[in-house]
């Protein structure tokens, strides 16, 4: 909860909540979903978007020592 979700190449940014997060209308094609959280490493998935089809990509966060 309250980690910040984007992509590369930049398409927009969300805020988690307690249900995940949800990013809509990203163009089709290849991105990286990164999640950053203070105290935590960030974390990064490879994800490919495809037209009229939910993606899922789990993001883990490792807390920093």
């Not at 984007?6 to 809509?24: A, C, E, I, K, N």
């Not at 991105?31 to 959280?37: D, F, I, L």
């Not at 495809?50 to 920093?64: F, I, N, P, Y």
Request: zero cysteines; charged letters at 25%.
């Amino acid at each position: 909860v309250g980690a910040i979700v984007t992509t590369d190449p930049p398409t927009q940014s969300v805020r988690t909540t307690r249900d995940g997060y949800v990013l809509r209308n990203v163009p089709t094609g290849e991105y990286v979903v990164e999640a950053e959280k203070p105290g935590f490493k960030s974390g990064k998935a490879n994800v490919q978007v495809q037209w009229s089809v939910t993606t899922g990509a789990d993001v883990q966060l490792e807390r920093k020592e």
